[in-house]
Nanobody
Framework: QVQLVESGGGLVQAGGSLRLSCTTS????????RSWFRQAPGKEREFVAA????????SYADSVKGRFTISRDSAKSTLYLQMNSLKPEDTAVYYC?????????????????WGQGTQVTVSS
């Protein structure tokens, strides 16, 4: 059974940092494009960041550009999201996702596997 499991969420003050991780089981996802999405209460799920299957290409939403960094480890089985200079508007449930395609994709329908999410709350 394929599973993606997020961790690292929590409560942090504005200006602080968190590092999210997404581990996988049941499949290596070594060549799969990976991404982070988030969903705030009452809002639709939105794209945050993506990384290509070979790790050479990344893409970010304008709202997080310069503050968040997406990366994957050498074995390409774990995905990370380093979040710095956090703002209250970053508060959301963060989801990791994987696609069988190798590029970077921005819409949820392009992703085939999803984690259950981890809550990030930024206080002002």
């Amino acid at each position: 059974q394929v599973q993606l499991v997020e961790s690292g969420g929590g409560l942090v003050q504005a200006g602080g940092s968190l590092r999210l991780s997404c581990t996988t089981s049941g499949r290596t996802f070594s060549t799969y494009g990976r991404s982070w999405f988030r969903q705030a209460p009452g809002k639709e799920r939105e794209f945050v960041a993506a990384i290509s299957g070979n790790g050479e290409s990344t893409s970010y939403a304008d709202s997080v550009k310069g503050r968040f960094t997406i990366s994957r480890d050498s074995a390409k089985s774990t995905l990370y999201l380093q979040m710095n200079s956090l703002k209250p508007e970053d508060t959301a449930v963060y989801y990791c996702a994987a696609t069988r395609y190798r590029g970077t994709y921005y819409t949820a329908r392009d992703y085939h596997y999803w984690g259950q999410g981890t809550q990030v709350t930024v206080s002002s």
